[in-house]
């Protein structure tokens, strides 16, 4: 009898990080990415640390292989992924950016195709058409005013058409996907060839995407290009705590969980349905939220069921 563990942890990453990415949304209106997503996992490997020995998961036995897998993961998919991601809400806003994501399982099925021998059938090409169809569909939806972004005025004749915040936005999402895909299919890989739990895999690939962030904050103020902004306001702190508690540490924790006790194609799938839990969160702080874009968001989910249940 399956019990479902992966499964169901998927989906409580992906309604975690639904109410995270919104709040950080609002965070990344006070501190540029780079910092954010240096608070974020700072604030979350504390918790990780407290964790530890509540739950008894001291320190596995990993071998060199599994070690620089996920080392890498957590450089590619959190230190370059989240940062882009979180840049990519400046731009375009959380719901978009997350309809986007759903790019990143027909992703990952290409990697784990190409390094891991996974194979995909018909069906599942069939899947990713599809998924790509509902994306675009969202994402060339154009606001009320004649603009397609949800921040930044796309019309102004003085800023390139490819320099507006909409097409920053795009950019930054897709190398968002494209990274977390990367990040997703060798933490699979270094679960295939090792017994490391999540908890440890979520504290290696956060650790080392702090160590390469304090590597690119340090480069980027001794070239003078970069400074740090004063958090002075206690709600913002909290706030911050906050979706770091939801989003990266209990997020990136299910995450591995999931990883682990179910394919990378279904967990990728599963955490994809961030979307559907922002579109209520997006009306409740009182967002337009069209037809259209809900219509999208479910094609774009149909897509990623097609892809990996379908057989």
């Known amino acids: 009898m399956t019990d479902f563990k992966g499964e169901i942890a998927a989906l409580s990453a992906a309604c975690l990080w639904a109410v995270a990415s919104t709040i950080y949304g609002r965070l990344g209106e006070r501190i540029p990415p780079l910092q954010l997503n240096l608070l974020k996992g700072i604030i979350a490997i504390a918790f990780l640390l407290l964790t530890i020995p509540i739950t008894g998961e001291w320190l596995p036995n990993i071998s060199i292989l599994p070690l620089c897998l996920l080392v890498t993961s957590g450089i590619v998919g959190i230190g370059l992924g989240d940062t882009a991601f979180l840049a990519a809400i400046n731009h375009l806003g959380a719901?978009?950016?997350?309809?986007?994501?759903?790019?990143?399982?027909?992703?990952?099925?290409?990697?784990?195709?190409?390094?891991?021998?996974?194979?995909?059938?018909?069906?599942?090409?069939?899947?990713?058409?599809?998924?790509?169809?509902?994306?675009?569909?969202?994402?060339?939806?154009?606001?009320?005013?004649?603009?397609?972004?949800?921040?930044?005025?796309?019309?102004?004749?003085?800023?390139?058409?490819?320099?507006?915040?909409?097409?920053?936005?795009?950019?930054?999402?897709?190398?968002?996907?494209?990274?977390?895909?990367t990040g997703m299919v060798l933490s699979r890989a270094a679960f295939i060839d090792s017994g490391v739990n999540p908890l440890w895999a979520a504290l290696l690939r956060l650790s080392a995407a702090e160590l390469i962030l304090l590597l690119w904050i340090a480069l980027r103020s001794r070239q003078g290009n970069?400074?740090?902004?004063?958090?002075?306001?206690?709600?913002?702190?909290?706030?911050?705590?906050?979706?770091?508690?939801?989003?990266?540490?209990?997020?990136?924790?299910?995450?591995?969980?999931?990883?682990?006790?179910?394919?990378?194609?279904?967990?990728?799938?599963?955490?994809?349905?961030?979307?559907?839990?922002?579109?209520?969160?997006?009306?409740?702080?009182?967002?337009?939220?069209?037809?259209?874009?809900?219509?999208?968001?479910v094609v774009a989910i149909a897509g990623i069921g097609l892809l990996f249940y379908l057989k």
């Open 95 to 181: 719901r978009r950016v997350l309809v986007i994501g759903t790019l990143a399982p027909p992703i990952a099925a290409i990697l784990a195709l190409v390094f891991l021998q996974e194979r995909i059938n018909l069906s599942a090409w069939c899947g990713i058409l599809l998924t790509i169809l509902g994306v675009a569909w969202v994402i060339t939806e154009r606001t009320p005013d004649g603009g397609m972004g949800e921040t930044g005025d796309t019309r102004n004749v003085a800023v390139p058409f490819f320099a507006s915040p909409f097409w920053k936005g795009i950019g930054f999402s897709l190398l968002a996907v494209v990274t977390n895909a």
């Open 226 to 297: 970069y400074q740090f902004k004063t958090l002075h306001s206690r709600q913002f702190v909290m706030a911050a705590i906050f979706a770091s508690f939801c989003g990266t540490f209990l997020g990136i924790w299910l995450q591995q969980t999931a990883v682990k006790f179910t394919v990378a194609g279904i967990a990728t799938t599963l955490m994809q349905t961030s979307p559907l839990f922002t579109i209520p969160l997006a009306i409740r702080m009182g967002e337009r939220v069209s037809p259209r874009a809900i219509a999208g968001a």
